[in-house]
């Protein structure tokens, strides 16, 4: 299995590395962005949302639990958050996005790891210290093996 790991010293770098993810996905993609409050989730996935021609403005969705952004494929942006657990997710409908035909990303998505398709990206945001974070790119599925090696190869340090 493929993990990357990357550090980024700053949100530029943070979002730099959206882009670079923004670059292989695919319709029907999920990923889950996990890390502690103000570690740069929303960060990042502002940097995926603006590579793919979304738009700058990017929040995190806590209050509204879904933000869509129309870039050149739908994207739905979920924040697990206030979520009580992964039955009320799925009553208020996720699957139909997570299922759908757009890309969907999953702020807190740990919140819900039961639910989350076995084929979802991973992702993992720790605090290091001031403007430094640990990234953790990975995925159990098969099918993205081989996109996580294309990062590997970009991100040479
Ligand atoms: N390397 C870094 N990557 C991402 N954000 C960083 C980094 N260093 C400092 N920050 C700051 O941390 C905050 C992250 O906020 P945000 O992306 O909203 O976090 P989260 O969604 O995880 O709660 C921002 O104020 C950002 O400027
Ligand atoms: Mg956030």
Not at 1 to 18: A, Y
Not at 108 to 127: A, C, H, M, T, V
Request: hydrophobic share 40%; proline share 2%; with cysteine.
């Amino acid at each position: 299995m493929q993990k990357l790991i990357k550090i980024s010293i700053s949100p530029e770098i943070t979002q730099e590395i959206g882009a670079e993810i923004a670059k292989l996905l695919m319709i029907g993609d999920v990923i889950s962005v996990s890390g502690e409050l103000g570690t740069g989730k929303t960060c990042l996935i502002g940097g995926i949302v603006r590579a793919l021609g979304g738009g700058d403005n990017i929040t995190s969705a806590s209050f509204t639990m879904l933000s869509v952004y129309d870039a050149s494929v739908p994207i739905y942006h979920f924040d697990a958050y206030r979520l009580d657990d992964s039955a009320q997710a799925v009553n208020l409908g996720i699957d139909d996005y997570i299922f759908g035909k757009g890309i969907t990303i999953i702020e807190w998505g740990d919140r819900i790891k039961n639910i989350l398709p076995d084929g979802s990206l991973i992702i993992e945001i720790e605090y290091i210290e001031d403007e430094t974070r640990k990234i953790t790119i990975f995925s159990n599925s098969e099918k993205w093996q081989e996109r996580i090696l294309k990062l590997r190869k970009i991100w040479i340090l």
